[in-house]
Nanobody, 121 residues
Framework: QVQLVESGGGLVQAGGSLRLSCAAS????????MSWFRQAPGKEREFVAS?????YYADFVKGRFTISRIHAKNTVFLQMNNLRPEDTAVYYC?????????????????WGQGTQVTVSS
């Protein structure tokens, strides 16, 4: 059974940092595109960052967030610095068996349960 489990969310003040982790199990995801999405209340789920052969970021996180992975641990990270209140959302880890990087949620077959990130002003 494939599982993606996120951790590391929490409450932080504006300007602070959090590091999200996504631990994958059930198969090896080293060849998969692994991404982070987020969804704020009343809004659609949106692409944040992805890592495969290359790394991609949404414009609104460039220079503040860093995605990385450790293949041996089947784990993906999202380091979030200089957080803003508008970054408040549930953050989801997702995996796609694809050589290209989907930026739409429909391109991903595997999802974690999400972790809440709340940034206070």
């Amino acid at each position: 059974q494939v599982q993606l489990v996120e951790s590391g969310g929490g409450l932080v003040q504006a300007g602070g940092s959090l590091r999200l982790s996504c631990a994958a199990s059930g198969r090896t995801f080293s060849s998969y595109a692994m991404s982070w999405f987020r969804q704020a209340p009343g809004k659609e789920r949106e692409f944040v960052a992805s890592i495969s052969r290359s790394i991609y970021y949404a414009d609104f996180v460039k220079g503040r967030f860093t995605i990385s992975r450790i293949h041996a641990k089947n784990t993906v990270f999202l380091q979030m610095n200089n957080l803003r209140p508008e970054d408040t959302a549930v953050y989801y880890c997702a995996g796609a068996d694809s050589s290209t990087v989907p930026t739409s949620p429909s391109g991903y077959a595997y999802w974690g349960q999400g972790t809440q990130v709340t940034v206070s002003s």
